[in-house]
Nanobody, 122 residues
Framework: QEPLVESGGGLVQAGGSLRLSCAASRRTLSIYVGWFRQAPGKEREFVAAISWTDGSTFAAGSVKGRFTISRDNTNTTAYLQMSSLKPEDTAVYYC????????????????WGQGTQVTVSS
């Protein structure tokens, strides 16, 4: 599987916004592209996912209404627009692709990005 290339992390104050990008090859996409995050000492958790075939989206309850996942089919890039960020959103964010079922389960994904750090200060 070809790696995914993430960008867009950084340091932001609480209430601020960031946009993460995930560039993938068309062979890697399969059906679902997802974003997951992992904070120190915690398990990797689902954030959001999008179906590359019909654009349907899924989001964790903790980010619903604040984060938006989208896709650009032309350049096979997925985006995670994060708004109203909170200190508890601080984590390494990972992009994943290649799932054909169960977009909320990280075990269903075949390809992963290297991760990008998002830090939200209070």
């Amino acid at each position: 599987q070809e790696p995914l290339v993430e960008s867009g992390g950084g340091l932001v104050q609480a209430g601020g916004s960031l946009r993460l990008s995930c560039a993938a090859s068309r062979r890697t996409l399969s059906i679902y592209v997802g974003w997951f995050r992992q904070a120190p000492g915690k398990e990797r958790e689902f954030v959001a996912a999008i179906s590359w075939t019909d654009g349907s989206t899924f989001a964790a309850g903790s980010v619903k209404g604040r984060f938006t996942i989208s896709r650009d089919n032309t350049n096979t890039t997925a985006y995670l627009q994060m708004s109203s960020l909170k200190p508890e959103d601080t984590a390494v964010y990972y992009c994943a692709a290649g799932a054909v079922v169960g977009p909320r389960n990280y075990r269903n994904y075949a390809s992963w990005g290297q991760g990008t750090q998002v830090t939200v200060s209070s």
